[in-house]
DNA sequence: TAGGCCATCTGGTCCT
DNA sequence: AGGACCAGATGGCCTA
């Protein structure tokens, strides 16, 4: 079981909640929060929360064509205490920080793509899934070309059958290795919203493509 | 200004 | 009981 002071410790709590340990409920909810403030409501959910945590104090009759709070409190468990929404808040963000790393992870795996529209734009996180499944599929389709060859890694001939597969559909590569992009019309089959106009596997033709090899070997092994 | 993308909050559900 | 996971709601930021 973590204490609070350690999990604090590690999400950052201690900054925002009071000083006073023997009030642990107590935050700093009442500054507008800004992005990347830590554990501070939302302009419109502290007041939100501040309404419910009025309303909260106000002991009223049940009835049945009442939509209060305190009625629904008959009907459903009492919300979290503010102690535990923003330990929940905490986790929460945690998690997603955690998601958007594995995020960041993939980004630098598939190979880099060049987006012409947005050269400098980091790939969302549609796109850069969609990437790592054509990619994964690219790789599986070598793979499974060279099944029966000693020698795993391709040779730059190998890319005049690389495959980019997609839901029974196929996008071959431009064998020109000057000239190794995506046409917008290629690609417009699993980007239809004209986001791409063209795309840049110069990675995968490189000789780091080896390297993006060995990395997913482990997972491509159970192919074939 | 609309739309896309994203972070955050929140409540519900499941699991340990 | 409390944590993990998920999805909906909301609002901020940015770009066309």
Redesign the pocket.
Known sequence: ??E?GE?SERLGLMASFTTDPNNNSECS?EK???????????????K??HA?DDSEEIISIPSKSSKSKTS?AKQ??A???KY?????????????????QA?ETLRKVVPQMTIS??AN????????LRLAMKYISTLSSVLSQEGDQQDLLPSASDFDSLWLESDGESLPLDSDFSDHSLTHTDFSIDFP?D?LTSVDFSSALSPDFSHHLRQFDPLLSGFS
């Open positions: 079981m973590i609070f999990l909810s507008n929060s800004k992005r990347g403030e830590k554990y501070s409501l939302r302009p419109r959910s502290a939100k929360r419910e629904r459903k468990p919300p979290l205490s535990r929404r923003k330990t929940a808040n905490a986790r929460e963000r945690t998690r997603m920080k955690e998601i958007n995020f529209h947005q734009e980091k790939l969302t996180k549609i796109m850069t919203d986001s």
